[in-house]
């Protein structure tokens, strides 16, 4: 009889998580991405007792990740969950542009095995380091029966990857899932499910160009008192193929950055139109001149319009 899939796929991408500082009690003048994945995963002496891959992907900051590494981290998800004996895939990632790599994979590969992305808001050198903690709790969520698609666990909380959102600089449960609430919680190892997985229909890889430098370009700009239409035209100007607003309330925006916004749509350009605020959706009305971008982020809103240009 043919065993079940057991083995864990730990990919590396820098980050806090990998993370080293001078003084252990510096939980913010620390280096990104020092130690690499096969470091990581030997500081979790548990993890031991399940069957382990580690593979380096990139070594970065997460603020700056790109659509090359975006594009080659889906490549090797992809490669890995193909695999009979893969159970799931872990991703080690920076918190900055988190909520943007979980919604970019699900979007793309919808994957049927779960994918689950750690991170930690203190650096591996801190008195309490939250990374190591993270990372078990992620591979137990990616080794749990009936996982499916991506997720990121952080502080004990599993969120979604089509609704998980920074919300907090510095504490350790900086994350959450705006009205959609947690996924499920890890509870001493046991998981504590209070929604379904993260289900959508994928677009694939096949969609994206090869080269990354030839995916189209989606900006976020912002509305706010005496904003003016100064950056759209130059983003225009500039061969911009997307254009997010981050409007403020219920995705209004102020009347001068509006026209100009109005002025790129009649040129060609796209333009979405999505809240700067944490929570709720953008509902829309009849007359709107710009359409909406629903539940959400302005980062979520960059991707999906993004890949949707892609078509």
Known sequence: MQSKPATVVILGTGGTIAGTATLPGDNVGYSAAQLGVAQLVAAVPALG????????????????MDFAVWRRLAERVAHHLSRPQVQGIVITHGTDTLEETAYFLQRVLAPVKPVVLAAAMRPATALQADGPQNLLDAVRVARHEGARGVVAV????VHSGLDVRKGHTYRLDAFNAGDAGPLAHVEEGCLRQHRPWPQSEAIGLAR??????RWPRVEVVTSHAGAGGAVVRALCADGVQGIVVAGTGNGSVHHALLAALLDAQ????????SSRCGAGSVIES????LPGAGPLTPAQARIELMLQLCG
């Open 286 to 289: 009849r007359g709107d001149a």
């Open 266 to 273: 009649a040129a060609g350009v796209t333009v979405w139109r």
């Open 154 to 157: 952080l502080a004990s909380q």
């Open 208 to 213: 994206l160009p090869a080269d990354a430098g």
């Open 49 to 64: 007792a399940w069957p382990i891959e580690a593979e380096q992907v990139a070594q970065i900051d997460s603020k700056d």
